[in-house]
């Protein structure tokens, strides 16, 4: 009997992420449901509704484009530009819904900018094979260059009615941006674990030759994170302007960074292959809920940056030295396997 062939990245079939160990898994969460008690014990104000529901909308904008960043990691790339991004998708969604008079025109325009801000990343990055590092980081300066020049520096108001429509009003308790943030979330979920380009990112993160020759095709998966990320970013974009109502250039200031924070500090490789937007999840969460603490407890807001900044370099350290054991041991396995002798056959 001929045993069935493993379906390959490239041949779309279902096939195992990376799995990590337990206390992997479990370490953020149980870190999280810890700082909610400690703060819940210290705190009269930490426990309302009012202030869950600020932690949920003042983390919405974060998640969203954190979501899109954790495909671009997991393939082994990094995304500095959605931050630049929010803020030129929400510029110029606000111009043409108050020349259009139509917020649907406004929204459209928010998700259309980002995603061709992610495209140009993503051409650049996977055929130009200019590094990813390089090419966001100048689309970060280039996008936020244009969102001042668009305004002259200034913010984009007279805006029609119905554009806060994500900042205020609720379904079932919870305001529409929540709901938006969770609707991009099951989405991203559903690429990471449904579907074969999230093998494939998993596969290309996790060994770019190695993917390459599976059959993977690298570049279209490299292309196709960067114009998600993208598309994240302008969502976020558009969930910005609905918030405060209107369009500001220097809007969503070091974004990109509290993103990558919180998709490290989930747990996600910084190494590409490993990893969830699961992770980036309950990340997200640890991080508002400590800037939420720490504004409760009357913390400056420059000394909170410190505090994260802190977090983020603890956490790649931890990502770093559990990398260098993975691989530490896998030479050791590689060097025992070669060294084993190899028994004669039988000549019987």
Excluded at 11 to 22: A, F, H, I, N, V
Aim: glycine letters at 12%; one cysteine or more.
């Amino acid at each position: 009997m001929i045993a069935a062939a493993e379906p390959t990245p490239a041949s779309g079939g279902r096939r195992r992420r990376p799995q990590e160990g337990l206390g992997e898994t479990l370490f953020v969460p149980v870190l999280l449901v810890a700082l909610v008690v400690y703060l819940s014990s210290t705190s009269d104000v930490f426990f309302t509704s009012i202030n869950l529901q600020n932690i949920l909308d003042q983390g919405a904008i974060l998640a969203m484009v954190a979501f899109g960043v954790t495909l671009v990691v997991l393939s082994g790339e990094f995304d500095l530009s959605v931050g630049a991004t929010v803020a030129l998708s929400g510029v110029i969604g606000a111009k043409l819904a108050g020349s259009t008079d139509s917020v649907l025109i406004g929204f459209l325009a928010c998700v259309g900018v980002g995603a061709i801000v992610g495209l140009i990343n993503g051409v650049l990055v996977a055929y130009v094979q200019i590094p990813s590092f390089i090419v966001t980081l100048g689309a970060l300066t280039i996008a936020r260059g244009l969102a001042l020049a668009a305004t002259d520096g200034g913010t984009v108001t007279g805006l029609p009615s119905g554009i806060d429509v994500f900042g205020d009003e609720q379904l079932l308790g919870l305001s529409l941006l929540v709901w938006l943030t969770a609707a991009v979330f099951l989405a991203i979920w559903f690429i990471q674990r449904q579907t074969s380009l999230g093998v494939r990112i998993y596969a290309t993160g996790g060994n770019r030759d190695a993917a390459r020759l599976a059959g993977v095709p690298v570049a279209r998966v490299r292309l196709a994170v960067f114009a998600i990320s993208g598309i994240t970013a302008g969502v976020a974009g558009m969930g910005l302007l609905s918030r405060v109502g209107s369009g500001q250039p220097s809007g969503a200031q070091l974004l990109e960074l509290f993103a990558v924070a919180a998709i490290v500090v989930g747990g996600t490789s910084l190494y590409g292959g490993r990893g969830s937007v699961v992770r980036t999840l309950f990340g997200v969460l640890l991080i508002v809920v400590l800037q939420n603490g720490l504004d409760i407890k009357g913390v400056d807001a420059d000394i909170q940056q410190v505090i994260v900044g802190a977090v983020l370099i603890a956490s790649a350290s931890v990502d770093f030295v559990r990398i260098q054991l993975r691989r530490r041991r896998a030479r050791t396995v590689t060097s025992a396997l070669v060294a084993a002798p190899v028994s004669s056959p039988s000549r019987d």
